[in-house]
């Protein structure tokens, strides 16, 4: 079992930045991938940004669409977690951000195919 943890929502105002943290726990923890996926209101869930976890400096990072640029993902195989930070956030950008594991190979981009989820963090931003 895989255990996640999220911090780092709340409410801004657009064009403000956030940091979304996610740390994992549990046994002989050695996901293929790990990230942040959203939902946002009408729409389904979708990829924030994702990285492959490979236990060596050589990964790969993701985006969603969307994201153009804005927001950086990093990750720390010593402590299992990964941070999203958020830039120019905009009104679009509100609902709830879920970091996610993946634990086999696959479509790195599909959130049908990640196995554990966090609770959710909510992040707001105003016009």
């Known amino acids: 079992q895989v255990q996640l943890v999220e911090s780092g929502g709340g409410v801004v105002q657009a064009g403000a930045s956030l940091t979304l943290s996610c740390a994992a726990s549990?046994?002989?923890?050695?996901?293929?991938?790990m990230g942040w996926f959203r939902q946002t209101p009408g729409k389904e869930r979708e990829l924030v940004a994702t990285?492959?976890?490979?236990?060596?400096?050589?990964?790969?990072?993701y985006f969603g669409d969307f994201v153009k640029g804005r927001f950086t993902l990093s990750r720390d195989p010593g402590a299992n977690t990964v941070e999203v930070q958020m830039n120019n956030l905009q009104p679009d950008d509100t609902g709830v951000y879920y970091c996610a594991v993946k634990t086999s190979s696959g479509n790195i981009n599909a959130a049908a195919q990640y196995d554990y989820w966090g609770q959710g963090t909510q992040v707001t931003v105003s016009s």
């Open positions: 549990g046994r002989a923890f050695s996901p293929y991938a």
């Open positions: 990285t492959t976890w490979s236990g060596s400096s050589t990964h790969h990072v």
